[in-house]
């Protein structure tokens, strides 16, 4: 019935005995198998609740399966909370059905990258990255979807620094190009 600390008496030396035995034998295995599997998922969990970026994996339905402690920080919520509810009903206005990446991974079974921004509750402006990806079953067929949130705000703030000094420097070489291009001329009166 599942107690697997249970055993049943092996006494004797007939056949029931031995069967006992093997019933005993059988228990210990499964019991240990049982043990290895959940300090497996222990450390499962605790490598994926380390990760900074937001991990959650969805079902067919984008209901929430698993949800990493990043996740969690992000949504605002519990564990409890947010299991077995829809992805979509965490942040209402959040998600862009036209363009949701876990829609098209699921459609498509391929990978889907988009960018996205979102206020937070104090009104600052975080720019996320979103990776979609497919879990197929043992058949191949898509079960599932990880989706990983990674904030960029920094590396979107980088790259618009850099746009920014391209820019200024592509100004000053086109002044200087000017410049001489109006001194050529006089230079020769």
């Not at 498509?108 to 996205?116: M, N, T």
């Not at 990255?129 to 949130?149: K, N």
Request: aromatic share 4%.
């Amino acid at each position: 019935q599942g107690d697997l600390e249970r055993r049943v008496p092996a006494e004797g030396s007939d056949t029931l005995a031995w069967l006992a035995n093997e019933f005993n034998a059988m228990a210990d295995s499964v019991s240990g198998l049982v043990g290895e599997v959940r300090n497996q998922r222990e450390r499962l969990e605790t490598v994926i609740n380390s990760i900074d970026d937001g991990i959650v994996v969805l079902d067919a339905e984008r209901k929430i399966v698993a949800a990493n402690d990043a996740f969690l920080k992000r949504v605002g919520n519990s564990r409890e909370q947010v299991i077995g509810c829809c992805c979509y009903e965490l942040e209402p206005g959040a998600c862009n059905l036209t363009d949701c990446p876990t829609l098209t991974c699921l459609r498509s079974g391929a990978h889907q990258v988009r960018i996205c921004e979102r206020k937070t509750d104090q009104d600052k402006v975080v720019w996320e990255e979103i990776h979609a990806s497919p879990i197929l079953d043992a058949s191949g067929r898509l079960t599932q979807v990880v989706e990983v949130w990674r904030d960029i705000s920094e590396r979107r703030a980088a790259e618009a620094k850099l746009a920014e000094s391209y820019r200024l420097a592509s100004v000053g070489v086109l002044a200087s190009g000017f410049s001489h291009e109006m001194n050529t001329p006089l230079a020769t009166t």
